[in-house]
């Protein structure tokens, strides 16, 4: 008992512990300014306006992004090894930037530009709408509560009989699982092992904190030396056995990772008072939170795995700017938005979500314009993974308030009021 | 009863009819020749290799991709114009070819290269793998089963009294609505009016053909034109009303889409032969078979929404290629892979991909590289929708097809055999 | 399209009735006496209590139910016939009355006394509770909406083009089809065919309605005679089929059933005053409110199907004593449930069930308790069975209104508040 | 990390023990006598025929079952005391019995006779079918692998800072919530604590072992006197709270329960050789192996949670006959069914019950009947929970075999061959 408490200590460590916590009040307090110029946005796209917001962004952050902007052509076909294969060019996908956007996290606080590369019109501007609402409210507070990535081999036996020696066996073996993972790589650290029993067939789930880096190779690499030392050691073999049993949620939204970890687990919340909901979103508390019921109990008919209005839409456009894997979208981009009118006619919104997959190293965040989007972010390299996590936990708070703010304005009426026409962005 | 089996054939009519099943037959007989010459994979990227694939392609397909291969460079802002806000550049990411796939559809049939844009090293190669598997087989069979996009308003009223007497006066009109939503757009066609209830909530599920374009926007500027006709002329209006109730299923797996159409519902399908898994996938049809079953056992106790092994991939790659909307991989990955072993030793396998969200038009179709990369496959432009879909199915079949050949190769093993060190792309 | 909205009015004649909305508005108008003389609840099992509740039965309804009371004794084994094997004895379960619970309907309307079979302590009282609070407010609104049970063939071909052939032959004979059904079953109707199709296999989804029996036998036999059909004279004949793919959902829960229909759908509700919620319910409708709000949460978060508190509770209480196939309580206990503030600190109430499967006719009905048990809410027999469907919504609501009301009081607290003991049914 | 293995290792202790798996093998050998009398199936009902079988009762297992039989009547109304209220009589429930079931446990083993209570015509003698092919096969090996009831209250705050300052100060004292519990229960202990964060939202899971009672009362108070200590002594007080968010599945099918365990989890298996399968089931492993994986594929498509024919049928006749919570149901019936065609001939067929919330001790299980059904099976009072849960598993594996056999001989067919009419018990 004593340990499994422990383990859920562990597991919260950034939530559940005293110094945490007070990293969090103090990063609070610092965020109170709100003062800072602005990044107009600008819906035609200008030559003028393009130069603006680049010296713009250069003012604030002193990054210059050659690349990005087209003032370099690439020309270094190694740096993509390991990235493509069958190499034949470059698709070049538009990319936009909103912010700042104000984030409190346990990792770093401050605000950040973001940059979002997508094809569909309106994304860019709805989420830069949300940020500005947060902004001046004071900013998003965003969490990485849990961390992990899991690799789940399969073992099938004659017998549960045989199955059950196997696992008496393999059981205590943990401790040199540990040392086998820390041999094969310089980041993974194994921090669970579960077992899931269907009959004959053993899915061992191995859990692995992978550092800065997405992890999936990694991860795969250690359970398959792990695997090796036990296909060669245990006293009753499996009939057969295969590397992944499609039990760990690898690119798909599973009801099994919503409700553990893939990744990062993040958590990002934020109080809107009233005359920001008025002036910036153009709609009321009680507007938001009413639609926010009345579409969760349409998502939930709907059969969707957690209840959330577009978060892929962000995700999906920040993963392509940051080399993340974009195929990941299918279990990132799932999660829970909540939001409540509260007594003063403020709204109370969080976005929470368990499945973020996402790497400041490793993947394509070398690439040439991806390190550059990175870096905007000061994003790049090594410790930046749960500081990345956060900010794309206000990220999509951000896109959510603006959407549900759209869809809740305006149409929010009696029957008689005509409605203006609008393009919903979803 | 006889207008439900109508509709039930109309909207079946690439499957259910007599005329597109000869045109398949026909199609099939055409894909006998498989002599032609192949793109050589390769795992390193050379500036030779690069300059040879594209002589290759040129040579294959008489296409140049100038702004793909860097030859151009893009300077005309103007073109981006509804496709991004604050826009401060472009991000590049490596694109790889595979190819030959051949393809025989309800649409279209040959032989087509197809571009993957990602950052995850051993995709392409492994898609490439695939496709060799399936071209030397004779092609695979992608059909376009379905097709609909939805948006579901809802009205909320007093009592399930006044939702009934307005849903009374609302039903019969739709005639009305198809004749509002011609009017509206010029691709846009109603094909389904359905109303569900819940309590005193009413979901009206307006569901559209959109032509050659993925249609979001199309069927959101329809239905609220419609939705401006209702709320101007029902004799009981609604407390409120929302534009999409979330049930919908935009850019969210969903149970409802997944056993429904979004978009197009494709199925694809191809028999290999014993020798040919054996030469190119390396392994064997039972342990193919094999695999599936028991992986199909594991995603089912992972709660995934359907069963497949990384259709995200490749699917993922295609649409930043070809301008889709890539947060939409969020439902479109979502379907059914599935697999057998025959009496010869030959593998029976198909894909059914439910909620394609797909265009040849709109979106970022037209954009620079985008454009070229729907060229390539001859798909840009109208009349195109239905072809690039099922090119979809038959990619993503390809990828099923090589990575369970990857898990069940090598690793299909009694204990005692010694495992090879692999990397598994997933 | 006409056709198409044909049907859909068809399936909600129901609630898209004029006529049926009339009915409804003057049933409203009827349910207004509240005067009637209450069950007394009673937690300890007494004689004097028992006989004094079927004297007050009695006196109410007119009914002596000699079987239930164990005033006569069984010992007709041959009205057993068609409903055990392998027969021993008869089970016993405690059987408790709730009521007067006033439905109103399309169907018909009134204050009924339910009987509940039961061993689990509190749950009449909950449910008792509810009730109370329902009659004093008027009584609910319950609605039976659309009505169908599924049986779901699948089909397997060589090729997905042999199903092509065959779905062109078989879609065109629903008219047949129903002649064939007309032919097998005085009751049942078929009312929609769909098809799905994955790969080489083609699942027909034969929908009917089974008037007043809950029909699952029923349109096996339609189904088979219809298989039959097909298999003899089919021009292209599948390699194997079967004649229940287990896509209809039959005794389980799925999101399929969940978002169509199986058996019947019905919606309850009911507008609770202030006064009444603070007298009956002991709460207030904010805490109610609050409490739907974060477990709705809470259930979205553990991956159900739909979102309710503790529908089975109720309504396998029901189902044991009525004689429905309690099994079916797997499908049927799957729904939604909905509580939201009013201005005036009323609560308004709702609870949706989309997979009622019950009768009034057939399986167990007309066994010796559970034909008294029917027959004291003057549901035995045919006519009754969507009148007994309304019946269900109704108890189920009294049920969601006391489980929340309990959970909401008391626990509702702000930290320093000491807390009562109380023993949570659920 | 060691104690994470640890905790694991606790969790499985039945199967991932050396001892466990040689006293399995122990019993696996103890069951190979199968010359039994075996109690003859009778479809139609007759005094003699239930004469017959009460006097093979008694001579096989020594037991008299009067108040089922009727021959007692009941009258003693206090002994319903807690299990019901307002009280008026008794429903009766026909009640058939099959068998022997021959199960091999790691608690038990031997040949069982259950009692069903049904009034579904054809689903004893379908069990028995099953349960005769089991014996003849040496039984079923069924194994309770892991337990654990769960109760998961709910505390929201301000923000999610004061969240986490809660959460710091929790988790630390689940020594002393354990203390709590053996103060509040002589039967339930607390196994392990979980946090799940939303947002503001803090759900802990506290999870109890039960002994062998079911136990949902039980951890309602235990988890209540918790919380009350909690809400004292917290520095950080939550704006409220509620003893269930809705995230523990009870009385729900919900992913969350069924990737983990509610109550007992229990896989069972059986492989039956070639010769029983033709005799007994009157089919193939092939046939059967292919209608399992047609079927899985079909209810993939339909949105189940996990994959299984109609486990209901059987549980439910089994949990009203003993005194189980029967609105159980609605998890108890989520599991997982595999068959597999084995070289020789043979099957190979799993269950898997992860949510078997069923006891031996409170509950119905001292009610007239359902003492007497429970004591038939030596199921009876405290050390026989896991007994009987082992025996459930058998009884579903027993349905689950014969309804496959059921659906796949005869329809496996070509089509130019005629059908039998046949009554497909689902």
């Known amino acids: 008992m004593a340990s499994s408490a422990e383990k859920t200590r562990n597991r919260l460590k950034n939530i559940g512990s005293f110094d945490i916590i007070e990293k969090l009040k103090e990063n609070l307090n610092k965020n109170s300014d709100t003062e800072k110029d602005r990044l107009p ?6 030559e003028e306006g393009t130069t603006e917001r680049r010296n713009f962004i250069y003012s604030e952050t002193g990054k210059t992004l050659p690349l990005l902007y087209g003032e370099h052509s690439f020309n270094n076909l190694n740096t993509l090894e390991g990235n493509i294969e069958n190499f034949i060019g470059m698709s070049m996908i538009p990319t936009g930037v909103i912010g700042p956007l104000r984030v409190t996290g346990t990792d770093d606080n401050g605000d950040f530009y973001i940059p979002l590369a997508t094809s569909e019109g309106a994304l860019v501007a709805s989420y830069h709408r949300g940020a500005k609402a947060c902004y001046l409210a004071g900013g998003a507070t965003s969490i990485c509560l849990v961390e992990g990535v899991q690799r ?3 073992f099938k036996f004659n017998t549960i009989v045989e199955l059950g020696s196997f696992l008496s066996w393999v059981l205590p073996l943990t401790d040199h699982f540990r040392h086998i993972t820390e041999n094969t790589s310089r980041y993974a650290k194994l921090i669970d092992l579960k077992a899931n029993i269907e009959g004959n067939h053993l899915i061992l789930i191995f859990e692995y904190s992978t550092g800065d880096a997405a992890g999936q190779n990694m991860v795969t690499l250690c359970t398959d030396e792990i695997c090796q030392y036990i296909l060669e050691h245990a006293p009753v073999k499996p009939e057969f056995w295969f590397i992944e049993s499609n039990y760990s949620g690898d690119k798909k939204a599973t009801a099994y990772s919503f409700s553990n970890v893939r990744g990062k687990k993040v958590t990002a919340e934020i ?10 979103l153009k709609t009321t508390a009680r507007a938001m939170a009413e ?25 999906t456009a920040l993963f392509i700017a940051t080399g993340q894997d974009v195929a990941c979208i299918s279990e990132a981009a799932v999660g829970i938005t909540r939001m409540e009118e509260k007594e003063d006619g403020a709204l109370y919104a969080s976005v929470t979500l368990p499945n973020l ?11 040439p314009t991806q390190k550059e989007c990175l870096e905007l972010m000061d994003c790049a390299g090594e410790g930046k993974a749960r500081k990345f996590a956060e900010i794309c936990g206000a990220v999509v708070l951000a896109g959510e308030l603006s959407i549900a703010a759209a869809l809740s304005s305006g149409h929010f009426t009696g029957a008689h009021k005509k409605l203006g026409r609008k393009k919903v962005k979803s």
């Open 152 to 154: 789940s081999p399969v």
């Open 291 to 315: 639609y926010w019921r009345t579409s969760t109990v349409g998502v939930i008919q709907s059969g969707a795995i957690g209840a959330q209005g577009h978060i892929a839409n962000g995700l």
């Open 41 to 46: 946005i600008e819906l035609k796209i200008t």
């Open 357 to 367: 997959i996402v790497g400041t190293v490793g993947g394509g965040t070398a690439l």
């Open 271 to 280: 109080i809107l008072p009233e005359s920001i909901i008025t002036s910036v």
